[in-house]
C-alpha cells in the first residue's frame, strides 16, 4: 500500500504520454463569438441585409453632403426657381427639365436662360436653390437628431433601468411610480410644448424628444434585469463577493445587449418621425435650415403646382423610415426571437 | 379576498392618476408662463398701457402663484379660462364644439383600420411565408414606418388633386369629406393589426381544435374565421385602446392639412398663436384620455387574461 502511494508521489511517475497524430480527437471548429454568430444569422435575412447596405449607403451619403453636394444647399438663385428634375442624357418626361404649363409641353431650363451643361437632379425649389443638395444636407441633419437621440435614449434608458432593478424594493417603487407618471403624458403634446419653450434648434429637438422616449427603454431593461438577477450566475457573482454595480455592468449589462440594441434600432425611426412631424408642424428647425421635415413643409405649400418637391422628400423619408425598421426586425429576429411585441 | 384586492388596485390607480394629471397640468401651466412673447395680436403695435390694460382684463398682472393656485380651482370646476384668440370665448366651450369632428375621424379610423387589419392578418396566417403573406407583411411595415401625415398629403395630392373625386379639405361635404382623413389616419391601426393578428393566428390555426374542424371537413376559409379568429381577436381588444390614443395626438397634423374643425386642428392653431389656456386644456384633455385608456386597457387585460398578476400591488 505505502509502497503504492509512495510511487504515486514519484514525479517521474507521470510522464506525458505520446499522442500519435492520427489517432488524436480531430479539432473541434473554434466556439464563435456574440458578434459572429449574431452576423451569421443576420446574413441568412434577405431584407435585413439589403435594408442593412441601403442604410449604410444613405447614411454616408448623408454625411460626405459636405463634400458631395453639387451647390449650397442656402446658395438662392431667385431667376432659375422651381426648375423641375432634369437628368443629363435621359429624355422622360418629368426628369428631362420640361413641364406641361396651359396643356403646353414647356422647357423651363430654357425659358430660365440656365446654361447648357447645368442640370438640377431633384429640381430647384421656390427660391431656386438645388433641391439635391438641400435633400443631402437635410437628410444629414435629420439622422444626426436621430442617431443622438437614440443614443441619449439607450444611456439614460440603461442607467435608469439597471439602478431600479439593481436597487429593488422601495427605491424600485418609487422609480417605477415616476415613470408611470411620466407614461402618462402624451409625448407628441409634451414636445410640442418643450419646444415652444426653448429655442427651436437641434439640442432643443433632442432634448425635447429624449424627455419622453427612453421611458420605454428604462421599462425594458428593467423587466430583463429583474429576471438575470434571480440567475444562478449571478448570484455566484454576489457570492463571490462582487460589489452591485460590478455585478450590474458586467454580469447582467452583457447579457441584456441584444434587447437594447433592438430597442436602440426602433427608437431611431421613431426620432426621425418626431423631427419631420415637428418640423411639418412648424415647431421644429427653422428655416432656411433643411432638414426632411422642412423640406416637407415647404414642399408641401407649393404640392399642387410643383409637386415633385414634396414627393422627392417624402420618397426619401419613406426610404429612410422603411429601411430602418425593416433592418431592426432582422436585429429583433436575431437577438431576441422569442419577442413578440 | 379577490374583490378586496380588486378594489385596493384600482383606488391605487385613480390615486395615481390624479396625481400625474395634477403634476401635468401644473407642469403645463409653468411651461406655458415661460413662453416667449405675448398671446395677444399685433403685440409689437401695443403700447405699454394697452399691454397693462390686457393683462389686468385676463389677469396676468397678478403674482404667479396665485393665478397657479386660481387655475387649478377653476379647472377643478371645469372652468378652464377663456381663449385669448377666439373673442374670449371659453376654452371649455370652444374645444366641446370640436370633439365632434375628432371622434368621428378617431372612431372611422379605428374601426375601418381594424377591420381591414384583422381581415389581412387572417389571410396572411392562412398563406403563412406564401406570396400573400409575404405581401400582407410588407404592407404592415410600410404602413407602420410612414407617417401618417405624409400618407394624408399624398392621399390628398392623389384624389383631390389629380383625380378631383374627393373633397380637398374641410368639413363642408358629410360623409365625403371625410373620407380622406379616415383614410390617412387608419393606416396604423391596420398596419398593427395586420402584424397582431397574423402572429396570433398562426399559433392559433395549429392548435387541436382546429385540426378537428377540418377532420370534419370544413372550408379552410370558415375555420379561418369563425373558429380561430374567436380567440385570435381577444388579445387585440388590449392593443386598441393605446392605438387610439396615438391616433388622437397623430390627427394632430392631419387635422390641420384636411381643416378639420377638430381638437388636433385647434391645438395646432393655438401653439402657433401662443393662446396659453387652450394649449393647456388640450394637453390636459390629451393626457387624461391617455391615462383613462391606459388603465381602462390594463384592467381589460386582466380580466381577459387572468394569468397578467396584477402590478403594482404586492
Known amino acids: ?341 | 379576498m379577490k374583490a378586496k384586492r380588486w378594489v385596493k388596485y384600482i383606488c391605487t390607480r385613480l390615486f395615481y392618476m390624479a396625481l400625474t394629471l395634477f403634476i401635468i397640468t401644473s407642469a403645463t401651466f409653468f411651461l406655458m408662463n415661460a413662453l416667449p412673447g405675448t398671446p395677444y395680436n399685433n403685440q409689437d403695435r401695443l403700447t405699454q398701457a394697452q399691454l397693462d390694460m390686457l393683462n389686468k382684463k385676463y389677469g396676468f398682472d397678478r403674482p404667479l402663484f396665485e393665478r397657479y393656485i386660481n387655475y387649478l380651482g377653476n379647472v377643478l370646476h371645469g372652468d378652464f379660462g377663456v381663449s385669448l384668440q377666439f373673442s374670449d370665448q371659453p376654452v371649455a366651450t370652444l374645444l366641446s364644439q370640436r370633439m365632434g369632428p375628432s371622434l368621428q375621424l378617431g372612431l372611422q379610423a379605428v374601426l375601418f383600420g381594424s377591420l381591414v387589419g384583422v381581415f389581412l392578418g387572417v389571410i396572411a396566417a392562412m398563406h403563412q411565408n406564401r406570396a400573400l403573406d409575404v405581401f400582407c407583411s410588407l404592407f404592415a411595415i410600410t404602413g407602420r414606418s410612414v407617417p401618417n401625415f405624409v400618407v394624408a398629403v399624398l392621399l390628398q395630392y392623389i384624389f383631390a388633386v389629380t383625380l378631383k373625386v374627393l373633397p380637398i379639405g374641410l368639413w363642408d361635404d358629410g360623409f365625403r369629406s371625410t373620407i380622406l382623413p379616415t383614410l390617412a389616419l387608419s393606416i396604423s391601426p391596420m398596419a398593427e393589426s395586420c402584424r397582431f393578428i397574423r402572429t396570433e393566428m398562426v399559433e392559433v390555426l395549429s392548435s387541436d381544435y382546429i385540426e378537428l374542424a377540418r377532420a370534419k371537413g370544413m372550408s379552410e376559409i370558415r375555420i379561418a374565421f369563425t373558429h380561430g379568429l374567436r380567440n385570435g381577436l381577444i388579445p387585440l381588444i388590449t392593443v386598441l385602446g393605446p392605438m387610439t390614443v396615438s391616433l388622437m395626438t397623430g390627427s394632430l397634423v392631419v387635422e390641420n392639412i384636411f381643416a378639420v374643425p377638430g381638437i388636433g386642428e385647434q391645438f395646432t392653431k393655438s401653439i402657433l398663436s401662443n393662446d396659453y389656456y387652450t394649449i393647456m386644456a388640450v394637453t390636459i384633455l390629451f393626457s387624461a384620455l391617455l391615462v383613462v385608456v391606459i388603465f381602462l386597457t390594463d384592467i381589460l387585460y386582466q380580466i381577459i387574461d387572468p394569468r397578467v398578476r396584477i402590478e403594482g400591488v404586492q
Open chain 1, 1 to 341: 500500500m505505502s509502497q503504492i502511494s509512495q510511487q504515486l508521489m514519484d514525479d517521474s511517475a507521470f510522464v506525458p504520454a505520446q499522442v500519435r497524430r492520427e489517432e488524436a480527437e480531430p479539432e473541434l471548429p473554434r466556439a464563435l463569438s456574440f458578434l459572429e454568430d449574431s452576423w451569421r444569422k443576420l446574413r441568412k435575412n434577405r431584407a435585413a441585409v439589403v435594408t442593412m447596405i441601403l442604410l449604410v449607403i444613405i447614411t454616408v451619403l448623408a454625411f460626405l453632403a459636405p463634400v458631395i453636394s453639387p451647390y449650397d444647399p442656402n446658395e438662392q438663385h431667385l431667376v432659375w426657381k422651381n426648375l423641375p428634375p432634369k437628368w443629363p442624357g435621359v429624355n422622360i418626361s418629368g426628369l428631362n427639365g420640361t413641364s406641361t404649363f396651359r396643356g403646353k409641353q414647356v422647357d423651363n431650363y430654357a425659358m430660365a436662360n440656365v446654361p447648357e451643361g447645368t442640370c438640377f437632379l431633384f429640381g430647384t425649389d421656390e427660391f431656386g436653390r438645388d433641391l439635391l443638395s438641400r435633400c443631402l444636407w437635410g437628410t444629414r441633419i435629420s439622422l444626426t437628431i436621430a442617431f443622438i437621440a437614440a443614443l441619449l435614449d439607450l444611456t439614460i434608458g440603461i442607467a435608469y433601468g439597471l439602478t431600479s432593478a439593481m436597487k429593488g424594493g422601495r427605491t424600485d417603487t418609487i422609480m417605477q411610480r415616476i415613470l408611470e407618471i411620466l407614461a402618462g403624458i402624451p409625448s407628441l403634446v409634451l414636445v410640442v410644448l418643450m419646444l415652444l419653450v426653448f429655442e427651436p434648434g437641434i439640442t432643443s429637438i433632442i432634448l425635447a424628444m429624449v424627455i419622453s422616449s427612453w421611458i420605454p427603454m428604462a421599462r425594458v431593461v428593467r423587466a430583463e434585469a429583474l429576471r438575470l438577477k434571480q440567475m444562478e450566475y449571478v448570484q455566484a457573482a454576489r457570492a463571490l463577493g462582487a460589489s452591485e454595480v460590478k455585478i450590474a455592468l458586467s454580469h447582467i449589462l452583457p447579457n441584456i445587449s441584444g434587447i437594447v440594441i433592438v430597442r436602440a434600432m426602433f427608437s431611431i425611426p421613431t426620432a426621425i418621425f418626431f423631427e419631420t412631424f415637428l418640423s411639418f408642424l412648424g415647431v421644429g428647425m427653422k428655416i432656411p435650415n433643411a432638414s426632411i421635415g422642412t423640406l416637407l413643409n415647404s414642399g408641401y405649400k407649393v404640392f399642387k403646382l410643383y409637386p415633385y418637391q414634396m414627393f422627392i422628400p417624402a420618397l426619401i423619408l419613406c426610404v429612410i423610415m422603411l429601411s430602418f425598421n425593416l433592418f431592426a426586425d432582422g436585429l429583433r429576429d436575431v437577438f431576441d426571437p422569442k419577442m413578440k411585441e
